[in-house]
């Protein structure tokens, strides 16, 4: 009878067992499928950034060549082009959002009105800055050359995001980063003067020295942004993305507003509109559709350091860099020589590196996280 009894137990035990290993099993598979459903959000929200930047990137720069060649000549105009787009973002950042519990929390953590203002002013300042000196490399520098120099960002912000973000730098990253900067560099060592008509080598240097500074300055303006997400907007909603684009780019729009009445360029507008080649309309379209595009370019851009890096938005970016000579040829007629496809290839040899990189980090998490499971079911 005892032994009867002992066996009830045993098999009971047993039983009790298999149902605790079945529940444990079910977890773990929706442990998965909640990890691979996560990433997949994020990668697409990673790809639809990844469209704005290159795409609004590709339309900035030709569309602000066209300025030039039709006769365009204030400066101050092209800049305002870069940020004057920022009012399309009005409507979703007023549109309410439904809040959560964590969201609740988060936002009790927001930092006050004037410090925000401070943020967005101090990297409004840079952005002024590096627009003006993409606007002088867009007028003295073919589409191609200028585009390929400014892929040098990402060497500087490389440095930058080291020593301030804490990024790490892996083999496959650091070789990402040494074939995109070569794909920058590269164009050095090519003559442009049948790109365009003729240029001189004096604009030549005005050109790559201008573009050089912008880079530099966009590479620390995004590395300034990242600490801004992590240190001072600590928000998980994309809202806090179209916030900082549009603060970001009304202060610069402001302060574009102000050259351009402070130099007394504004008196020359009406001629310079009545002299462009294709017409006043023409003028028009070309600057809106300029403006439409450089947002699209900044909440991309800022979409990217938001959800991955500032290092990844700027291998974007030096992607994009070296897939606009492309539609330069197609539409401005620029000469893409074999150097420039060459540049092009190690472009894309980079960024591929680089995305086999948050491969291989996606997969090591997720194979800690099966290890910490089993570790967890050895252990009961």
């Known amino acids: ?22 529940r444990t099993e079910s977890s773990e598979n929706a442990k998965n499928s909640s990890f691979e459903s996560s990433k997949f959000i994020l990668w697409l929200q990673i790809f639809i950034f990844t469209l704005f930047t290159i795409g609004g990137q590709a339309a900035g720069t030709l569309l602000g060549r066209v300025y030039y060649e039709q006769g365009g000549q204030t400066r101050w105009i092209a800049t305002l082009a870069q940020t004057a787009g920022f ?22 953590h927001q930092p006050s009105i004037f410090v925000r203002a401070l943020v967005y002013i101090f990297l409004g300042l840079f952005q002024v ?31 930058t995001s080291f020593l ?4 790490k730098i892996t083999a496959i990253i650091l070789n990402s980063i040494v074939l995109l900067s070569f794909s920058s560099s590269a164009v050095i060592f090519q003559n442009e003067t049948g790109d365009s008509g003729e240029i001189s080598q004096k604009s030549l240097l005005i050109g790559f020295a201008a573009t ?16 801004a997400f992590q240190k001072v907007f600590k928000s998980s909603t994309l809202k806090e ?7 970001i780019g009304f202060f610069v729009t ?29 003028y028009v379209i070309n600057l809106v559709c300029s403006a439409i595009a450089w947002q699209l370019y900044a909440l991309g851009s800022f979409g990217l350091v938001f959800k991955a890096s500032s290092l990844f938005s700027n ?13 330069a040829m197609v539409f401005l007629k620029d000469r893409m020589t074999g150097l420039k496809v060459f540049s092009l290839l190690l472009g894309l040899w980079g960024y591929t590196s680089y995305i086999y990189q948050h491969y291989l980090d996606d997969l090591e998490a997720k194979t800690s996280e099966i290890k910490a499971s089993d570790d967890q079911v050895d252990d009961f």
């Open 1 to 22: 009878m005892a032994r009867v009894s002992m066996e009830g137990a045993h098999e009971k035990l047993l039983h009790l067992t298999f149902e605790e290993a079945e």
């Open 87 to 108: 009012s399309i973002l009005l409507p979703f950042i007023c549109y309410p959002s439904t809040k959560n519990h964590n969201e609740d929390e988060l936002t009790i």
């Open 129 to 159: 800055v590096n627009s003006m000196s993409f606007t002088v490399g867009v007028q003295y520098l073919p589409a191609s050359t200028y585009s390929l120099i400014a892929g040098s960002q990402l060497a500087f912000n490389a440095i």
């Open 164 to 167: 301030l973000n804490g990024q």
């Open 212 to 227: 050089t500074f912008g880079s530099l300055g966009y590479a620390l303006q995004f590395t300034f942004t990242e600490l």
């Open 241 to 247: 993305v179209m916030k900082m684009s549009f603060f």
């Open 254 to 282: 402001i302060a574009s507003l102000t050259g351009l009445f402070a130099s007394g360029n504004w008196r020359n507008l009406e001629k310079e509109m009545g002299e462009f080649r294709t017409g006043k309309s023409s």
């Open 315 to 327: 291998v974007v970016i030096n992607l994009g860099t070296s897939i606009v000579p492309v539609f």
